[in-house]
């Protein structure tokens, strides 16, 4: 599956995608370069959309990551120091 597709099937954009990938809580097939295409299997996310604890943690991966990303907009910072994306 695609980036588009897994974004389709999380119900989020692709962009979402790109941020639970680079927070480690999804993972591509393969050793794919950061400029790559990047692939994912529909078995594991089919596993991982049965995990309830993991559909929360990964809502709240992006939306600290909206979070901190509008507050730098905003000119405000917001630090979570355990937790830095």
Known sequence: ML???V????NCTPEDVGILVSAGKL???GR???NAVKFFGAV???ALL???EWLDEATKTIGQFWKRK????NGLTFEKPDQIL
């Not at 974004?7 to 999380?10: P, V």
């Not at 509008?70 to 907009?73: E, G, K, V």
Request: glycine residues 0%; aromatic residues 0%.
């Open 70 to 73: 509008n507050a730098r907009r």
């Open 32 to 34: 794919p370069k950061p």
């Open 44 to 46: 594991e996310l089919i």
């Open 3 to 5: 980036a588009a597709q």
């Open 50 to 52: 049965a995990d309830r």
């Open 27 to 29: 993972r591509a097939l």
């Open 7 to 10: 974004a389709k099937l999380l």
